[in-house]
């Protein structure tokens, strides 16, 4: 089911936003921070689906570092200019 795959998703990197704002420790890890937990929840989530889905996660990430890498948008002297990405 994966728009229930992607709210789980969600959910996590929600749970990440709310241990960062309040600065806490994660509950069940209470040596790390929540922030933490939470985002490494996420990644288990994506890696699980993407596995069950037979999608190459691995190819694509290299290949959008590649593209991002050469995007002019992302580069500094852009950014700084008037109306540049700020984000």
């Known amino acids: 089911n994966i728009p229930e795959m992607l709210c789980l998703i969600h959910s996590e990197i929600s749970e990440a936003m709310e241990g960062h704002r309040k600065n806490l420790m994660d509950d069940k890890l209470p040596h790390r921070p929540m922030l933490e937990v939470e985002l490494a929840d ?3 989530r994506i890696l ?5 889905l037979g999608l190459d996660l691995q190819g694509v990430i290299y290949e959008k570092l590649e593209y991002n890498s050469n995007r002019a948008d992302h580069k500094i002297e852009n950014r700084l200019k008037e109306n540049g990405k700020k984000f």
């Open 42 to 44: 996420a990644v288990i």
């Open 48 to 52: 699980d689906m993407c596995g069950g």
